[in-house]
DNA sequence: GCTACGTATTTTGTATACAGAATGCCAAAA
DNA sequence: TTTTGGCATTCTGTATACAAAATACGTAGC
């Protein structure tokens, strides 16, 4: 007789709600484009009231825009949302690295070194697919070891706001190079466990995301 | 023939959204209490389908618990939750501390002297309630010249979860005239335009408020 | 040909209905 | 007394129904 939630398989609107952030994230759906309660729901073969529920819940996180009586659209990504969306991230990354760094173990570090080992690997590779999933698994490890669950929502909120306009956007030889270059000072920082220094760090790898990202996609 | 979306009147669930995350806010309905689809609607004279809608996107902002096919709950608020979200809040103030200090005008840092007198003047009355009020406004200044509607929003709806802690405990005076210290700190980096100072200073600003908030719950 | 107006259709917002899971209660057995 | 099983009730999750607003379309007027 557990006082804690059990885990109870998750209703409707909890999987419609995953499908349809996948769709909006991974650009099938565009962003501007208008979503129609009624086709999505028999698209899905639900009926519109999951639907609905869905949609709201993207809209709260901030994928989707609601207008009254007119309905619900992917929200569109403006050179200004960009702007305002990176130095926010930039701040809760900082935040995450300085926790990581006071708090990761040995192994912790071990991970990370086979992680950036694999990072800098794909990019001698030219493979981006590799280097996209091994820069994803580092800064998950920071978020890990960071150990604070708010900070991971409201992060991984945010990103997923902005990771449609990098999928747009192909990342330039230059600025790949600089970001590989970026990661081995956040490992040196890391091994380190200098929590200021590593902070500062991703700071700057994100502002420095972001400028490259507006010069490619020209907003 | 505008194609800006024009201000529509609210729906229902907007409504009852910002009425029952009042409730939730104030303390009205209590952490852990349990929350009646049937009941709720009755009570406010509407259908289960837009309190359902209102509830659920609270959910979303953290203030209620979902637990599929048991229902929901006013979020409890427990040290670790604390402990989690001011650092967080820290990190994004001394963002929008950074961000006002290089925005604000003369005539905005003429209200934020203005605003800290009253501050001042409140705490010298014993009048904690202008206190609150002079304190809300210089942090919105801050906001409103940081110029950033999603750190605007995502703070936001960060203070909303930890008002309610802040509403229960009663300030200690000798936090009380440590944070009217920390307030002349605040001005004082604001008025140099000092963008990191002002940053430093918030973020240990809420470090402090987080510290002398747990003493007091004893949680 | 273009605009303006009125009607038909679509679509959202809300209410109601129904099915199934969770909870509470009571009785019977150990 | 405590526990266990089953039944009744309550509540959530989903589907459907209905009303009103918004949109689309066609026609009349210029």
New binding site residues.
């Given amino acids: 007789m557990s006082l804690h939630a059990t885990p109870?398989?998750p209703?409707?609107?909890?999987?419609l709600t995953d499908r349809l952030r996948r769709m909006i994230v991974e650009g099938m759906l565009a962003p501007g484009a208008?979503?129609?309660?009624?086709?999505l729901?028999e698209r899905f073969?639900?009926?519109?009231?999951?639907?609905?529920?869905a949609i709201r819940a993207l809209a709260t996180e901030g994928l989707v825009v609601?207008?009254?009586?007119?309905?619900?659209a992917v929200a569109p990504i403006t050179r200004a949302d960009l702007e305002e969306a990176f130095p926010v991230l930039g701040a809760l990354e900082a935040l995450a690295g300085e926790l990581a760094a006071q708090r990761i173990t040995e192994a912790g570090i071990g991970t990370a070194r086979d992680l950036h080992a694999r990072l800098v690997a794909s990019h001698s590779d030219g493979d981006f697919r590799g280097y996209s999933k091994a820069n994803a698994a580092i800064h998950r490890l920071i978020l890990d070891f960071a150990g604070n669950e708010t900070l991971t929502r409201m992060l991984q909120s945010l990103d997923g706001r902005v990771r449609r306009a990098r999928v747009q956007a192909n990342i330039s030889p230059e600025r790949w190079a600089a970001a590989v270059a970026e990661h081995a000072e956040i490992l040196a920082a890391l091994e380190a466990r200098d929590g200021p220094r590593l902070g500062a760090v991703l700071r700057q790898h994100i502002a420095n995301k972001l400028t490259s990202l507006i010069e490619r996609l020209q907003l």
Same sequence: chains 1, 2.
């Fill in positions: 109870r398989l209703t409707l609107h909890q999987q208008k979503i129609n309660e009624q086709a729901a073969g639900v009926s519109r009231t999951p639907m609905r529920e609601l207008t009254p009586r007119r309905g619900a």
